[in-house]
């Protein structure tokens, strides 16, 4: 006996969670609702082609930007043109070759345009893919000259109602780079995010955790030394404090960067390349480069990079790692995390051993200027720094001579 399916309502659409794996809720007649493990809702129709056997799946939108009446008219709509032997995907794509030119207008060719100028990490390729999905899902066939401030706004309350502020502020700056971009090219003629200032729930600001406290960081340090991981994940999280760098950058060290006669450590960090691309210096203190040293003959002869991944070589350590090491040294991460060493080493450096803090703000990497509003060089104050990060290791290790 066949299922009598429910139709579904606006009620039980609101409620439904996807309870982290995706679900589907039926409105009959191939129409359903597909909630993915963000519990973002999907409209979806299945059905069978013409003289096959076949299943196909067509996109109707997002829910609630496309009501369920609006999925419920595009189902008769599908299902008018197969009572036809029309395939309704098959017919889409006739009308998008006989209106080819127009489809380079849509948002998401103008977006796809932009992605492919950038020059981003493989990490934030991947997040903004994924954002970009629903975006699409929206707004994605919209010619960009007819995108509206409410267009934005309907896909950023998709992530306020499921309380990811911050994630509903990085769509309206993903769509407003677009939207510039296209102001450039000439195809709009203002990015229409500028009307939505105000109109977004202010994420709360999520600093990274990290210890400042001399006393609690030396058993930090200590505890690191005793790590009892693999031999690579040691050395990355016994280097991690005393460079302070990104964690992202620290994994993606290679050998060729690094020069032991004039021991420096020389790279641009991705954050700032498509901006700026200006070199970091980070000068090794003997500390760093006895480590450097150590872990040399493990893994120079087989990767670029100095901390590769286990599964492979050609691929740089998980972004992960560090985190996890600290979790199984028993720092949660409310506590601590491998970003908070920029933190701490910031804190103490300036408050206990008095360095300058344009000096410490350079080695962290962020823009200083001068009183004339210039950037400083990369090379600037290299002597001084160098005294700073000798001086940093050697802090490290007095602390540590204090854990009993």
């Known amino acids: 006996m066949a299922r009598t399916v429910v139709p579904l309502n606006d009620t039980k659409i609101k409620k439904a969670k996807s309870q ?16 993915d493990k963000n519990n973002n809702k999907f409209w979806r129709f299945d059905y069978y082609r013409p003289y096959s056997k076949k299943r196909n ?23 008018s043109l197969l009572a036809q032997n029309i395939d309704p995907q098959e017919e889409k794509k006739r009308i998008t070759l006989e209106h080819g030119d127009a489809l380079k207008n849509t948002f998401k060719f103008v977006a796809s345009e932009w992605l492919s100028k950038q020059s981003l990490a493989e990490s934030t390729i991947k997040k903004s893919k994924s954002l970009f999905d629903v975006i699409f ?9 007819k995108i509206t401030p409410v267009d934005v706004l309907n896909i950023c309350r998709i992530y306020e109602r499921q309380g990811k502020f911050e994630t509903a502020k990085k769509v309206k700056v993903k769509c407003g780079q677009v939207l ?35 006393k609690e960081f030396a058993l930090l340090l200590a505890d690191i030394d005793h790590y009892d991981g693999t031999y690579i994940t040691k050395i990355a999280l016994q280097l991690a404090p005393l460079v302070f760098v990104r964690p992202g950058e620290l994994r993606h060290a290679k050998w060729s960067d690094i020069d032991f006669d004039e021991k420096i450590w020389a790279y641009t960090p991705p954050k700032t390349k498509s901006k700026t691309g200006v070199e970091l210096i980070v000068p090794l203190s003997t500390q760093v480069l006895i480590l450097f040293e150590k872990i040399y003959p493990v893994t120079s002869n087989q990767s670029d990079f100095v901390f590769p991944a286990m599964t492979s070589s050609l691929k740089p350590m998980s972004e992960n790692t560090i985190n996890q090491a600290l979790r199984r040294l028993g720092y949660e991460k409310e506590k601590v995390s491998g970003h908070g060493f920029r933190a701490s080493a910031r804190t103490m450096l300036e408050e206990v051993l008095q360095f300058p803090v344009e000096i410490i703000e350079m080695q962290l990497g962020h823009q200083v200027r001068d009183m004339h509003g210039r950037a400083y060089n990369r090379t600037k104050h290299l002597k001084k720094r160098r005294e700073m990060m000798q001086a940093w290791a050697n802090y490290c290790d007095e602390l540590k001579s204090t854990v009993n």
Do not use: W
């Open 57 to 79: 799946t067509i996109s109707f939108g997002i829910y609630p930007e496309v009501s369920l009446a609006d999925a419920r008219s595009r189902r008769e709509d599908a299902r």
């Open 180 to 214: 510039r971009y296209g102001v450039a090219t000439g195809l709009c003629e203002r990015d229409v995010t500028q009307d939505l200032r105000g109109a977004l729930t202010t994420p709360v600001v999520e600093h990274m955790s990290a210890i400042t406290d001399p």
């Open 20 to 35: 982290g794996s995706n679900i589907k809720l039926s409105d009959g007649g191939g129409l359903y609702l597909l909630i």
């Open 137 to 145: 899902e929206s707004i994605g066939k919209k010619p960009i000259n």
